[in-house]
């Protein structure tokens, strides 16, 4: 590929996006990451974004502010309880309560006009279908509807310049993630996962999000570097 | 249809998402407004959008402040000079440097997610196809796409409450949409749509849009309500 070619990666602080800024970086890509405030009950997650930013050299680095708690609707924008100890039967049984409405509509359409803006083609997004936690925005249908969309509805796409839409994660299980990452040289004590994180920013270990990394570094067979609160199982 | 059914309309305080209001509420739709604050030259459209919704009596009418400057590349968003003085065919020769990065996408994105949390089926958008004034992102296609993306993409979708996007000025001139505007009562003195208006608020009656409305009324045959500069031809 081209020296240089930019992509923009949106970046939250958790295993997946750090595992896929990695994989762009890897691809040669100079990366511009995106990571949003929304009213997330974990500030923690922005400052783990940053340090990540921070020790993969960005070419850019910005925080947009999106005031997503006005519509309501989730337990990550409001006071609704965090769902604890579920079995991934449960989790796939229904969208979670933690899904915010549009979440990732809204991400990659911000991470669309900061493409169009640089100049790149190429948009990361850590989305993953296997250990999808149940949310409808991390499906490859989703992921390739946005795309043709972006195609149709950006002076980029309609001038040839064809934007794409990379999901290096989308077949992957969480400990193929890890794995994939660890292999790149990521350093997973940067990330954070939780849910429901202390005041303290220790995990609860028993929301959905701390189960399914949890699982997956067990599978990996790997050390989950996560600083989990007293008590947690 | 039935008695008090939600919509979103996005409400800039043009003339455009101004009839696309009145129409919805003509069909009976209970509106909730939606209207942007991104940097825009013009605060005066959102003073306008603001008197025009509190004119319709809208169920909810949110404000969203989204930090577009960032992202450059636009003479609606930056210091760009804006274009003046020219014919149609000038317009629809390339896409304008008007043009704002994936802004529908971005609008219709936060119209997705307040109409899901509201449990609203049908955003409005007054896009038209006819006077587009050579904007990708106000084409039937991209729209198509947006909706399709939009049931992939969100709980109401992939649970059966299918989102409808709905454009009925999409292909209308701008003289019909005056004219079906009117024939609803709307009182067009209320809106907006110079990109350079003066430091009092006047329209500088020669950028495309000024150009795109003086037309619209002339063919139309209606008085044009527009306060325009000295001078201005």
Redesign the interface.
Known sequence: MEQGKKAVVLLSGGIDSTTALAMAQADGYQVYGLTFLYGQRQGLEVEAAKRIGRAAKLADH?M?????T????SALTSDMAVPKRRSLEEMRRQ?PIT????????FL??A???A??IGAADIFIGVNAIDYSGY??C?P??IR??E???N????A???GRRIKIRTPLIEMSKAQIIRAGTALGVNYTHTTSCYDPDDEGLACGACDSCLIRKKGFAEAGLNDPTRYQEGAE
């Open positions: 910005r947009v502010e999106i005031d997503l006005i519509f309501g609707g969208v899904y915010v409405p549009a979440r990732n509509t809204i359409s911000f669309l006009a900061f169009e803006s409808p925005d499906r249908e989703f509807a946005f043709a969309m972006a149709l509805g950006t002076k796409g309609i001038e």
